[in-house]
């Protein structure tokens, strides 16, 4: 069981780094290239995709696990759930594809970008490519076609990586020095888009991966069942409101920089913070890769006997490797970041980095502890606790944002304090309606001592060599303790791989 988990995730992982590798190496390059102020441009349109994304798939991915697994060995009625899964989705995007063409020009005024109307026409076909593919993805995952579903992943990627080099670095200054193809590339490149060739990029990439997940979108008889749709948005509109709240606690707080500072100051502030908000990718890959290999994983072997165990050990291992993550990108902060952002521009924002690492860490606590909700088909308690999470990034940002001149700051801790209490307020709730054998102890000390050593590091000094000597020290000092903690547990493991090992001789 654990062996299939570990090369599962181990597949995902390393897909889901590659996958984010290439966005990872892009932002460094754009930001180098554009200031704060064009970057935003980029930013604002993807701060907000999140929350189009949730709408357009409405929790039909989770659900359609959820029912895939109900019926078991009914080869008919999972196909019938995923093509109705599928559908709805389908139905949705196209639906918002077309009334967010009509509407275009007033929608791009009134998300504050008048002249950039064919930015977000680009920006609607990728939402919209991107959510139909979605629940494909999902039956990929279920099918256990990890290599297939990581392949396409990739692809989407490579393809947006170099798509975006091309349009915004190598045909400008191939018709500037007048080479090859110079006369042709004058004639339809803009060199007003600037980052908006961006968006091109991607659209490119999102319909080559929609046009080679076509084979597995159409696999199977198509069915549709209206009174089964029912039952799942039932089941499925708690998650939608779940991934509403998450993605307004993730990426809102973009929207109220632009909204409530002043123009000028909105557009500098949410460059810098965007970018330097990149730099919490090394711990959203880590819990990404996790939950893509773990989400199918938890709802197989929900029946298990000792489900909850195997749940609690996970969740303490997930702990370790998150903490560790975390102090050692906070201890090491001040050359990575630097490394990663060359623009000097940019820098003042590292302030806000280890808050947001921490931040970043809690959620990926609070996404482990959700099962509880999903596996008792009580979705909408996970509605609840993201909406308490949501309301309190609201409040926090629009409060500091309007009556401080804290700027960015304000959302840095905003998500801190949101993703703090919802973490706190899953495991309560979640021991008393779904109890599972957590050791809340050791994950206090890994969890809590590793946010405070990191707030420690960072914040002990103005000087940048004292900053990364305490930093590493305090990290040394961590894994030497977490070690000592689970020596019995590494002893025991040891002995298991070699019991495997000579199995495997006999």
Not at 369 to 388: E, F, Q, V
Request: glycine share 6%.
């Amino acid at each position: 069981m654990y062996k299939k988990l570990l090369s599962q995730t181990l597949i995902y992982g390393l897909s889901n780094v590659l996958v984010r590798v290439f966005p990872f190496i892009l932002t460094p390059i754009l930001v180098r290239t554009f200031g704060p102020f064009k970057y935003s441009i980029y930013a604002d349109f993807y701060s907000a995709a999140g929350i189009l994304s949730v709408l357009l798939t409405h929790g039909m991915e989770t659900t359609f696990f959820r029912f895939f697994q109900k019926f078991k060995d009914q080869g008919d009625r999972q196909n019938t759930v995923y093509f109705t899964s599928f559908t709805s989705v389908c139905m949705v995007s196209l639906l918002f594809l077309l009334l967010g063409i009509i509407s275009r020009e007033p929608l791009a005024s009134a998300f504050k970008h008048p002249d950039e109307v064919i930015f977000l026409v680009w920006f609607l076909f990728i939402l919209a490519a991107d959510a139909i593919s979605a629940v494909p993805f999902a039956k990929l995952r279920i099918q256990n076609r990890s290599l297939y579903f990581a392949s396409l992943k990739i692809l989407n990627s490579v393809i947006m990586f170099f798509s975006t080099v091309i349009l915004i670095f190598w045909i400008p200054k191939l018709i500037e020095h007048d080479g090859i193809g110079a006369a042709f590339f004058s004639k339809i490149y803009n060199f007003n888009y600037g980052i908006g060739y961006a968006f091109a990029a991607n659209l490119f990439a999102s319909i080559i991966t929609f046009l080679a997940l076509l084979p597995t979108m159409l696999d199977g008889k198509y069915t549709f069942d209206y009174t089964l749709w029912k039952k799942m948005l039932s089941y499925a509109w708690p998650i939608t409101i779940a991934g509403l709240a998450g993605i307004i606690n993730e990426t809102m707080d973009r929207q109220f920089i632009k909204y409530l500072l002043p123009k000028g100051i909105a557009e500098v502030q949410m460059g810098i913070y965007s970018a330097v908000y990149k730099i919490a990718t090394f711990i959203t890959l880590f819990k990404t890769a996790y939950l893509l290999g773990v989400e199918p994983f938890f709802f197989s072997h929900a029946d298990n006997k000792n489900s909850g165990k195997t749940y609690a050990t996970l969740m303490k291992y997930y702990a370790i490797f998150s903490a560790v993550i975390l102090l050692f990108l906070t201890a090491n902060l001040d050359w990575i970041g630097r490394l990663y952002i060359r623009n000097t521009d940019y820098w003042s924002g590292f302030q806000v980095v280890p808050i947001l690492l921490i931040g970043s860490t809690f959620l990926g606590i609070y996404l482990n502890l959700s099962i509880w909700y999903k596996l008792s088909d009580n979705t909408h308690y996970g509605a609840i606790i993201s909406g308490i999470g949501a309301c309190i990034t609201v409040a926090l940002n629009f409060i500091g944002l309007k009556y401080t001149d804290l700027g960015y700051w304000v959302c840095a801790i905003a998500t801190f304090v949101s993703y703090l209490t919802m973490m706190l307020i899953s495991y309560f709730w979640g021991q008393r309606e779904y109890p599972i054998p957590y050791n809340y102890k050791k994950l206090i000390f890994y969890i809590g001592g590793s946010s405070l050593l990191s707030l420690i590091a960072y914040y002990c000094s103005n000087h940048i060599a004292i900053r990364i000597g305490v930093g590493n020290i305090l990290f040394i000092i961590f894994i030497y303790l977490t070690l000592k903690i689970e020596y019995k547990d590494i002893q025991i493991f040891k002995e298991k791989i070699l019991q495997l090992k000579k199995g495997k001789k006999n």
